[in-house]
C-alpha cells in the first residue's frame, strides 16, 4: 500500500511539474525589425511580380519616408481636419439619363490655373481620369449632346502650374515591370466591365479643388493633391456618350480620391452618395452616416478588399421571402441598373410576375424581359423588393421597375433586372434611388438610410454648394424614366483584380512543446511500469 501511495504521490509532483513547464512553454515572443531593414525587404512582396523598392539606408529618400510615415500617424491621432467635404463647384450630382448611360455626374475642378470637368462618379472602380492631350477622345463640345449648355474640357498637365509626372518608382504605378525606366511617367490602361470600354494614357498628380463643410466653422476652400489619369485613349462606351469628359473611381483602392483625401488627414475614411427621384443627388467625402441607419459588412475577396461586395442572405418580393435567393453582390454607381444571378433572378422575376396586376408585353429596344402594360397614365401599385442582410438588416426597393413613357403619359414599366453571367450579382444605380449610400472604408461596411437629398442627419441641412444655396424641393414618386428613351448600355467600371498566392505560415510552437516534455513523459512512462497502479480499493 505505501508503495502505490509513494507511486500516486510521485505522479502528482511530475503532473504538476508539467503544468509549469507547459505554462512557461507556451509564453510567446517577438522580435521588433525595422521597417527598412534587410530582413524586412526579403518579407516584400513585389507588386505584380516586378522588383522591390527599397531605399537605401540613411539616404535622403529613407528619411523622408520615415517622416512622411510620422505626419500620417500625427494625422492618425489628431483626428480628421473636416468633418465633410465636396466638389468646390457643389456636392450636387446629376444624371442626364439616356445621353449620358444612366450614370451620375458631378462637376470638378483639377490644376492651377483650375479646369472644371462633368465627371462620372464610379465606385466600381479606382482611377480618377479626364480626356487629357488627347488621341483618342470622346467629341467634347455642347453641341454634340442634348442635355449640355457648355462645352467640356480637356486637360492639359503642361498648362497647370501644380501639374506633375508620376514616375514609374511610384508605389502606386502599376505599370512599372513594363516601364524602360524608373523614372519613365508611369502609363496606366484600365480595361472596364463592358465590352472594348478602356482608358488609358498616363498618370500625373496635380491639385483638386474642394470645400470643407462644418456645423462650427465657414465653409473653407481645401486643395488636395490627388493623382489623376491624363486619357489619352479612351475606347467603346467611352467615346459613345458614356464618360465624355472623365470618370472619377471611389473604389477601395489606394489610388482613389477618398483614399487620398483620408491619408492625408482631411477627412475621415468614409464618403456617402445620395440618389433622388429626379435624377439628382449628392455626394459628400467624411460622411459616416446617421446612427440609425442600416448597414452590413463588406466582403474581402482573397483578403483583400477589392471592390464594395456585400453578402445578400435572401431576396422577397412584397412580403413573401424566396427560398435560394441568397448572393454576393458588388455595389457599384458606375452600372446603371441591377444585375442578380441567373437561378436568383429567375426567383424574383416568376414572383414578381405572379404579383403583378398587368398584361405582360414587350418593348423592342428595351433589354428588359419582364415589361408590362399600363392600364392608366400612372404608372400602377407593383410590389416592392427587398434584400435581406445579416443581423436582420434589409434594404427596400418600392418601385424595382423602370417607367417607360408614351404621349399620354406612363405606357409601360418594366422590372429593370437582368440576369447577370456570373454568381456575383450587381446593385445598380437605379436600387439605390432614394437613399443616401455610406461607403464607409474605416469601418469596413456600407450604410443606408432613407433620404431626400436635402437632409443630412438629426435635423440638419446638407450643404449643396460653397454659399450654401439650396435646389427647390425634389418629389419623391418614380424611378428614373424618360419619354419613349431607349437605355444606353452602361459602362460598367472594374479591373480583373491579380490574384497573387501566399504560401500560408503556421506557428509551430506547439510542436517545441511536445519536444521539451517528451524526457518528463519517458519518465512518467517507467515509473508507471514499475509502480503500477492499484485500482483495487481493498488495503
Not at 510521485?10 to 509564453?27: G, N
Not at 496606366?188 to 498618370?203: K, P
Not at 467611352?238 to 482613389?256: C, F, H, R, T
Request: with cysteine; aromatic share 10%; proline share 7%.
Amino acid at each position: 500500500m505505501e508503495t502505490r501511495r509513494s507511486s500516486v504521490l510521485i505522479l502528482s509532483v511530475l503532473l504538476a511539474f508539467a503544468a509549469v513547464d507547459v505554462a512557461a512553454v507556451v509564453t510567446y515572443s517577438s522580435r521588433l525589425i525595422q521597417r527598412f531593414s534587410d530582413e524586412a525587404k526579403l518579407l516584400k512582396v513585389p507588386r505584380d511580380g516586378g522588383e522591390v523598392r527599397w531605399p537605401e539606408r540613411k539616404s535622403l529618400e529613407y528619411y523622408k519616408l520615415l517622416v512622411n510615415s510620422d505626419f500620417q500617424r500625427q494625422k492618425m491621432k489628431l483626428g480628421p481636419k473636416y468633418d465633410l467635404i465636396f466638389p468646390s463647384q457643389g456636392s450636387k450630382t446629376m444624371s442626364f439619363g439616356n445621353d449620358f448611360g444612366w450614370l451620375h455626374y458631378t462637376w470638378i475642378d483639377i490644376g492651377t490655373p483650375n479646369v472644371s470637368f462633368l465627371v462620372a462618379l464610379d465606385v466600381g472602380s479606382d482611377l480618377l481620369w479626364v480626356p487629357c492631350d488627347c488621341v483618342q477622345c470622346a467629341p467634347l463640345s455642347a453641341s454634340y449632346y442634348s442635355s449640355l449648355d457648355k462645352d467640356l474640357s480637356e486637360y492639359r498637365p503642361s498648362g497647370s502650374s501644380t501639374s506633375k509626372h508620376v514616375p514609374c518608382s511610384h508605389q502606386l504605378c502599376d505599370s512599372s515591370p513594363n516601364c524602360k525606366s524608373s523614372k519613365q511617367q508611369c502609363p496606366y490602361t484600365i480595361d472596364y466591365y463592358t465590352e472594348n470600354t478602356s482608358s488609358s494614357g498616363l498618370l500625373v498628380e496635380d491639385t483638386l479643388h474642394l470645400v470643407s463643410a462644418s456645423d462650427h466653422t465657414l465653409n473653407t476652400s481645401v486643395q488636395a493633391p490627388v493623382i489623376i489619369g491624363c486619357g489619352m485613349k479612351q475606347s467603346g462606351g467611352y467615346l459613345d456618350g458614356v464618360a465624355p469628359d472623365g470618370l472619377m473611381g471611389l473604389g477601395p483602392g489606394e489610388i482613389s480620391v477618398p483614399s487620398f483625401l483620408a491619408k492625408a488627414g482631411l477627412i475621415r475614411n468614409s464618403f456617402s452618395m445620395c440618389f433622388d427621384e429626379e435624377d439628382s443627388g449628392r455626394i459628400y467625402f467624411g460622411d459616416e452616416g446617421p446612427a440609425t441607419q442600416q448597414s452590413t459588412q463588406f466582403l474581402p475577396s482573397d483578403g483583400k478588399y477589392m471592390t464594395y461586395t456585400v453578402a445578400v442572405e435572401a431576396c422577397c418580393i412584397g412580403d413573401s421571402c424566396l427560398k435560394q435567393t441568397g448572393f454576393s453582390a458588388v455595389v457599384d454607381s458606375g452600372t446603371s441598373f441591377t444585375f442578380l444571378p441567373n437561378e436568383v433572378y429567375e426567383r424574383i422575376a416568376k414572383e414578381f410576375d405572379r404579383r403583378v396586376n398587368s398584361t405582360i408585353t414587350s418593348y423592342p429596344g428595351y433589354p428588359w424581359e419582364y415589361c408590362y402594360k399600363s392600364s392608366s397614365q400612372e404608372l400602377p401599385n407593383v410590389p416592392y423588393l427587398k434584400l435581406m442582410f445579416p443581423l436582420n438588416n434589409s434594404f427596400v426597393v418600392y418601385n424595382p421597375v423602370f417607367v417607360i413613357y408614351g404621349l399620354q403619359g406612363v405606357s409601360g414599366f418594366c422590372l429593370a433586372i437582368q440576369p447577370g453571367e456570373r454568381d456575383v450579382g450587381t446593385i445598380g444605380q437605379n436600387f439605390m434611388t432614394g437613399y443616401r449610400m455610406v461607403f464607409d472604408r474605416e469601418k469596413m461596411k456600407l450604410g443606408w438610410s432613407p433620404s431626400n437629398c436635402q437632409d443630412l442627419a438629426d435635423g440638419k441641412r446638407m450643404p449643396l454648394s460653397p454659399n450654401g444655396t439650396r435646389s427647390n424641393p425634389l418629389p419623391t414618386n418614380v424611378q428614373q424614366s424618360t419619354p419613349g428613351g431607349r437605355a444606353v448600355a452602361p459602362a460598367v467600371a472594374g479591373r480583373a483584380p491579380s490574384k497573387p498566392s501566399f504560401a500560408p505560415t503556421r506557428l509551430v510552437s506547439s510542436q517545441f512543446c511536445y519536444l521539451k516534455l517528451l524526457p518528463l513523459l519517458v519518465l512518467l512512462h517507467l515509473l508507471v511500469s514499475f509502480f503500477p497502479l492499484d485500482t483495487d480499493t481493498h488495503c
